[in-house]
């Protein structure tokens, strides 16, 4: 119920940071162009973010940011940070972006009854979900009234897992639109990008060794790698650049390492693959095709739910090495296939993943509870 003292509903938000990736883009992205004037929103943060952040954006959608300090470092320390905040905020409703935040707003929620929502934008499978322990799975999924998911296949998972499908929301990750044309001009060095943290599950070896073979028909091809070391997989760097050196593709291959801004290197290339082994719903996805660069994607997670193979871009096995090297070399040599592949894939973005559709999906939901 609104109270008298303030007729607006107020809304916490929970986040396990606020750096630039894809999960905090999107709620960025809704907060920025939600303009409910009905509504506060507060975002707690539970961990910083060592490459940059959304701090600044997020400021100026007049967002009341509260951010755990780091020495509070436990699950029990953090219980009770969060309970003196939400005591003050007295808020309306808790919503977690992130899945190891949901067990927080469900138990708190239920607490001082206050309407939870939950959220899984990931693959239980690629999010770090089954290495919990079994009782945080638990209460990560079974504690929120509601659990927000971007991707049919996730909620299919959740569904397995023994959530209610009345109880699982499917809102569509938005991606901002472009001012783009679609005339294709052929680079004198094709560039093939790739972005993703140095995790195994990117499978960032099958993008080099892609690169291996289109480099023996395009010798003056380049790729990149856009994406920082994760501690939990430091010898992953080092592998990757071992593979490098030993294909010879050093003049070829660079790691770019963190970017704050990515689009930039996505305008400047010819074709986006990503060969991940497990994937939710990807905004670089979703963001090379709305900068008119063609898609060469495994077949995995809620993927194909946006590319029609051949239509709109191509998939294949996460393993199919010949597969994604001759898909590349298929737009590279075959001018229309990649104006048409541009075309289809700025339809999709605009048809499927419009941000106006989504922020009405979170207003309903928002005023719904």
Same mark, same amino acid.
């Given at each position: ?50 490459? @940059? ?51 927080? !707003? ?43 998911? %971007? ?44 972005? @993703? %943290? ?49 294909? @010879? ?19 400047? /290339? ?17 963001? !090379?095709? /709305? ?79």
């Amino acid at each position: 119920m609104l109270t008298k003292e303030n007729n607006k509903k107020r809304i916490v938000f929970f986040i396990g940071q606020i750096g630039l990736g894809g999960t905090e883009k999107q709620m960025a992205f809704l907060l920025r162009n939600i303009q409910n004037e009905n509504c506060d929103y507060h975002i707690v943060v539970f961990n910083s973010s060592p490459f @940059g952040d959304l701090k600044a954006e997020l400021m100026r959608s007049k967002v009341c940011l509260h951010f755990i300090p780091e020495k509070e470092d436990t699950i029990l320390k953090r219980f009770r940070i969060l309970f003196k905040i939400l005591r003050k905020i007295k808020p309306h409703i808790i919503h977690s972006w992130t899945i190891h935040d949901n067990a927080y !707003a469900g138990i708190l929620g239920k607490i001082l009854n206050i309407s939870s929502i939950g959220s899984v934008r990931g693959s239980l499978n690629g999010t770090g979900f089954n290495k919990l322990p079994t009782i945080y799975q638990w209460a990560s999924l079974k504690l929120v009234k509601s659990i927000i998911v %971007n991707s049919e296949s996730i909620r299919n998972e959740l569904i397995k897992y023994g959530i209610s499908k009345d109880q699982i929301i499917l809102i569509r990750n938005a991606v901002k639109k472009y001012n783009i044309s679609t005339k294709i001009k052929v680079p004198d060095h094709p560039l093939i990008c790739t972005i @993703g %943290n140095l995790r195994k599950n990117k499978n960032h070896e099958l993008f080099i060794r892609v690169i291996k073979n289109v480099s023996e028909k395009y010798p003056n091809v380049k790729g990149i790698i856009i994406g920082q070391p994760v501690k939990d997989e430091p010898y992953q760097e080092e592998y990757l650049k071992s593979l490098v050196h030993s294909l @010879g593709l050093e003049n070829i291959i660079n790691f770019m390492g963190f970017q704050f801004n990515p689009i930039k290197f996505l305008e400047q /290339s010819k074709v986006f693959v990503l060969p991940s082994f497990s994937e939710g719903y990807p905004n670089t996805i979703l963001e !090379a095709m /709305s900068v008119g660069v063609p898609v060469i994607a495994s077949e995995v997670g809620g993927i194909p739910e946006i590319i029609k193979s051949g239509i709109n871009g191509f998939m294949f096995k996460p393993n199919d090495l010949d597969g994604f090297s001759k898909a590349v070399l298929k737009i590279l040599q075959n001018k229309s296939k990649h104006q048409a592949i541009v075309k289809r894939g700025l339809k999709t973005v605009n048809d499927y993943h419009n941000p106006m559709r989504m922020i009405k999906d979170f207003k309903k939901i928002y005023e719904q509870r």
